[in-house]
């Protein structure tokens, strides 16, 4: 048993020394960032904190809110076995349709023989262009661009094309005017699913047309090998960033990094995608299924929106991975002191511990363990500075020796898991600075780390069933969908790049 209630300094330096644990730190950078609140930097923390708030949630009532809650997912479109229909993996066998290229003219190119003065050119829309302006700039004959330009702009009907938006012309050089190039045809795609096409008819008017592309699902996996950074790792085997971070989220809450996550490591993410009729992907790949494989075990999260619920992660056992309770209510801590009977650090005699103590920098922020009410907010005997929550009729927890309290902190306020409700101090009995936690079961204090029970929300019932359902078959997939080895050409819709602090919210499972 542990006698001290405060860390040695020697002990602190462990968690936030570069080194080993600054390729840690490398490693889950996009899952720290992600976390303000729980990332290893404080200095991080407080910057998100009272800087932009990263937190990517639904508003909350306090903007203070370093909040562990999670982003509300895109709500899922339904997977029929329709999405396995047509799928065809993207590969050398397949001709590169280009916006520009309808599949009729494709197929007319590819049936002559392709003529030298025939190309393709692709314009981005600048500030201040305008379509005419481009096409003069490229030497179109006056009466060409004027009657292209007007085709557009009744069937954009006032839609404006935005800057930096992509025009793809096919062009064509006529031997008797080689300086003033012909438009065969002019796209723009504002989205996948919309094309905006303009082509030459014969008798040398143009036409304008207006087409929309269904858009299907595929489910495709992807397999990779952890080198570095598991983000990275997904993304070069072929994994859109923004699904690898869901998947590091979902599995934060079990797997610590740290320990358990080891080169070499191998995992598997279901995608899917959207495809357009015309073979375009719209969006890379939403993840639906993952496993990471560890030494002794597998990690599966599986995305299932029950019903009249929000989307999310499950276990297979159809287990929410979001535990309703932080395990530690900070980070940048360890356990100086457990639960049960000690030696009291200053009153020298053997008492009951009713917390357990997590040594941390004075000013380090203090996480609301839960949801719920605080109950408590000011000076408590040998607590010092002491905020009491209730979360659940059954559930509280208590925090002590705060240097102060969290902003807006006080009784009667409502607080959400992960909001700031103070920092680590020395006030009331302590010998240095720490946080002392209670988790209280009916009153009761309990071992706030033996509380697994209720920890996560759990599927009963018609949901159960159907999600059970649904586990085996992604399952199934993760192991038999067709397999994507490359990056997708197309990630326009990914736009969280790795490194952008853009993340969303993990709590670390330690
Ligand atoms: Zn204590």
């Given at each position: 048993?542990?006698?001290?209630?405060s860390?040695?300094?020697?002990?602190?330096?462990?968690?936030?020394?570069s080194?080993?644990?600054?390729?840690?730190?490398?490693?889950?950078?996009?899952?720290?960032?992600?976390?303000?609140?729980?990332?290893?930097?404080?200095?991080?923390?407080?910057?998100f904190?009272?800087?932009?708030?990263?937190?990517?949630?639904?508003?909350?009532?306090?903007?203070e809110?370093?909040?562990?809650?999670?982003?509300?997912p895109?709500?899922?479109?339904?997977?029929t076995?329709?999405?396995?229909?047509?799928?065809?993996?993207?590969?050398?066998?397949?001709?590169?349709?280009?916006?520009?290229?309808?599949?009729?003219?494709?197929?007319?190119?590819?049936?002559?023989p392709?003529?030298?003065?025939?190309?393709?050119?692709?314009?981005?829309?600048?500030?201040?262009?305008?379509?005419?302006?481009?096409?003069?700039?490229?030497?179109?004959?006056?009466?060409?661009?004027?009657?292209?330009?007007?085709?557009?702009?009744?069937?954009?009907?006032?839609?404006?094309?935005a800057?930096?938006e992509?025009?793809t012309?096919?062009?064509?050089?006529m031997?008797?005017?080689?300086?003033?190039?012909?438009?065969?045809?002019?796209?723009?795609?504002?989205?996948?699913?919309?094309?905006?096409?303009?082509?030459r008819?014969?008798?040398?008017?143009?036409?304008?047309e207006?087409?929309?592309?269904?858009?299907?699902?595929?489910i495709?996996?992807?397999?990779?090998?952890?080198?570095?950074?598991?983000?990275?790792?997904?993304?070069s085997?072929?994994?859109?960033?923004?699904?690898?971070?869901?998947?590091?989220?979902?599995?934060?809450?079990?797997?610590d990094?740290?320990?358990?996550?080891?080169?070499?490591?191998?995992?598997?993410?279901?995608?899917?995608?959207?495809?357009?009729?015309?073979?375009?992907i719209?969006?890379?790949?939403?993840?639906?299924?993952?496993?990471l494989?560890l030494?002794r075990?597998v990690?599966?999260?599986?995305?299932?929106?029950?019903?009249?619920?929000?989307?999310g992660?499950?276990?297979?056992?159809?287990?929410?991975?979001?535990?309703?309770?932080?395990r530690?209510p900070?980070?940048?801590?360890h356990?100086?002191?457990?639960?049960?009977?000690?030696?009291?650090p200053?009153l020298?005699?053997?008492?009951m511990?009713?917390?357990?103590?997590?040594?941390?920098?004075?000013?380090?922020?203090?996480?609301?363990?839960?949801?719920?009410?605080?109950?408590?907010a000011?000076?408590?005997?040998?607590?010092?500075l002491?905020?009491?929550?209730?979360?659940?009729?059954?559930i509280?927890?208590g925090?002590?020796?705060?240097s102060?309290?969290?902003?807006?902190?006080k009784?009667?306020v409502?607080?959400?898991?992960g909001?700031?409700?103070g920092?680590?101090?020395?006030?009331?009995m302590?010998?240095?600075?720490?946080?002392?936690?209670?988790?209280?079961?009916?009153?009761?204090?309990?071992?706030?780390?033996?509380?697994?029970f209720?920890?996560?929300?759990?599927?009963?019932?018609?949901?159960?069933?159907?999600f059970?359902?649904m586990?085996?078959?992604?399952?199934?997939?993760?192991?038999?969908?067709?397999?994507?080895?490359?990056?997708?050409?197309?990630?326009?819709?990914?736009?969280?790049?790795?490194?952008?602090?853009q993340?969303?919210?993990?709590?670390?499972?330690?």
């Amino acid at each position: 048993m542990v006698m001290t209630d405060s860390p040695p300094p020697s002990d602190r330096s462990n968690a936030t020394q570069s080194g080993p644990q600054g390729l840690v730190l490398a490693l889950f950078r996009p899952v720290l960032f992600a976390c303000a609140a729980i990332g290893l930097s404080i200095g991080l923390l407080v910057f998100f904190h009272h800087g932009a708030p990263v937190v990517a949630t639904a508003p909350t009532p306090q903007s203070e809110t370093a909040a562990v809650t999670l982003p509300d997912p895109e709500p899922a479109p339904l997977i029929t076995a329709q999405d396995f229909q047509g799928f065809q993996p993207a590969g050398p066998g397949q001709p590169a349709t280009t916006p520009g290229q309808p599949s009729q003219q494709q197929q007319q190119a590819d049936a002559e023989p392709p003529a030298s003065d025939r190309y393709e050119l692709t314009l981005r829309l600048e500030k201040g262009d305008t379509i005419e302006k481009m096409l003069a700039d490229i030497n179109v004959a006056e009466a060409d661009r004027k009657q292209v330009d007007e085709k557009l702009q009744e069937i954009l009907k006032k839609r404006k094309i935005a800057i930096g938006e992509t025009i793809t012309l096919q062009v064509q050089t006529m031997a008797d005017q080689p300086d003033a190039p012909r438009v065969l045809s002019l796209s723009v795609r504002p989205q996948p699913e919309h094309e905006y096409l303009i082509t030459r008819k014969d008798d040398g008017s143009y036409s304008g047309e207006e087409k929309i592309y269904k858009v299907t699902t595929r489910i495709v996996r992807v397999e990779g090998t952890r080198h570095g950074s598991l983000q990275q790792s997904g993304v070069s085997a072929g994994a859109p960033s923004a699904a690898m971070i869901d998947f590091i989220r979902a599995l934060s809450y079990d797997v610590d990094f740290q320990r358990e996550l080891k080169e070499g490591m191998k995992f598997t993410v279901l995608l899917e995608q959207l495809v357009t009729s015309d073979g375009k992907i719209t969006h890379p790949g939403r993840l639906l299924a993952g496993e990471l494989f560890l030494t002794r075990n597998v990690v599966t999260i599986i995305r299932y929106r029950p019903a009249g619920g929000a989307d999310g992660f499950w276990t297979p056992q159809g287990e929410s991975v979001i535990r309703s309770f932080l395990r530690t209510p900070m980070d940048a801590s360890h356990i100086t002191s457990g639960f049960g009977m000690r030696e009291h650090p200053i009153l020298g005699y053997s008492a009951m511990h009713t917390g357990v103590d997590f040594g941390a920098p004075m000013g380090t922020p203090i996480l609301a363990a839960g949801n719920g009410k605080v109950m408590m907010a000011g000076f408590n005997g040998g607590y010092g500075l002491y905020v009491k929550l209730q979360h659940t009729a059954d559930i509280g927890t208590g925090y002590g020796h705060m240097s102060r309290l969290g902003p807006g902190i006080k009784p009667g306020v409502s607080v959400r898991q992960g909001q700031v409700i103070g920092f680590v101090g020395a006030t009331g009995m302590a010998t240095g600075p720490h946080l002392h936690y209670e988790f209280y079961r009916a009153g009761h204090p309990v071992n706030p780390l033996a509380q697994k029970f209720a920890m996560r929300a759990a599927m009963s019932g018609k949901d159960l069933a159907a999600f059970k359902a649904m586990t085996q078959r992604y399952q199934g997939q993760l192991k038999n969908a067709p397999q994507i080895t490359t990056p997708p050409a197309n990630t326009a819709a990914d736009a969280r790049q790795p490194g952008t602090p853009q993340a969303p919210q993990v709590a670390s499972g330690r």
